[in-house]
């Protein structure tokens, strides 16, 4: 069973679940609305957001349902959302590791994932902003549906079909090594020569894959293959 609730504004959705699940005792309880106020992303990044041009969807999945680890339903969910958007735009989507959805060459969505406690029960609290009919950035490299497809999609329909999808997506999780392997072959830019920067500065270097624990394999032009977690090194595009 799964609950779906709409709110005219709020600051986060990914805050705002919380009180919704004082009530709910479904395995599935959502919160979206078009005017997030202050939309948070992966590790305090601020996610901005056009009013009713947008969506902002937090999604509470019962823990006692999911039985793989935290690095690979952050992984799977993110394919899962790849997937839908590219069945609904008829284009291929891709993942920037580790939370970034990537359509032609522009971030369309962004995906922070949190475990929570709430009223004795764990939580996963899937949060996930997508850029839908928004047409001006102030960021270069962001993007909408619109832009990047020229097609309008109703707001409204867009959550339906997207809230059944992803539900109905993680209650038939695959294999482990399945999760992995479309991951890996989605990711954005891999096994292509790209400009990477980190503590050291810039250079340029290769996606390879991503591991079990959520790291990152990049084969660099000066430090050969190392891995690296999320922050410890930035994909320029």
């Known amino acids: 069973m799964s609950e779906l609730f709409y709110l005219k504004e ?3 959705t990914n805050d705002e679940i919380s009180r919704f699940l004082l009530y709910e005792g479904s395995d ?64 291929p989507v891709k993942i920037k590791w580790p939370n ?35 047409e001006k950035f102030e960021i270069s490299n962001a993007g909408s549906l619109l ?11 867009f959550v339906s079909d997207f809230h059944t999808f992803l539900v109905e997506k993680l209650k038939n999780i695959p294999s482990e090594q399945e999760i992995m392997d479309n991951f890996n072959s989605n990711l954005f830019r ?14 340029n270097g290769i996606i390879r894959f991503a591991d079990e624990k959520g790291e990152i394999w990049i084969e660099l032009e000066k430090g050969g293959m190392q891995s690296f977690y999320h922050k410890e090194i930035k994909l320029l595009y």
């Open 10 to 12: 709020c600051s986060s």
């Open 28 to 91: 599935f309880v959502c919160v979206y609305t078009f005017n997030q106020t202050k939309g948070r992303g992966q590790y305090g990044n601020s996610w901005a957001s056009a009013p009713e041009h947008n969506l902002a969807y937090t999604l509470a999945v019962n823990t006692l349902n999911i039985t793989i680890t935290d690095s690979l339903f952050n992984y799977y969910t993110a394919t899962v959302i790849m997937d839908f958007l590219a069945n609904l735009t008829e284009n």
């Open 100 to 134: 970034d959805i990537i359509l032609k060459n522009k971030k369309i969505a962004g995906i922070l994932i949190e475990k929570k406690k709430i009223n004795g029960q764990n939580y996963f609290i899937i949060g996930s902003g997508i850029n839908i009919l928004q």
């Open 147 to 157: 832009t990047q497809t020229g097609k309008r999609f109703h707001l409204k329909d």
């Open 190 to 203: 891999k096994d292509e020569i790209s400009v990477f920067e980190n503590e050291q500065g810039r250079q």
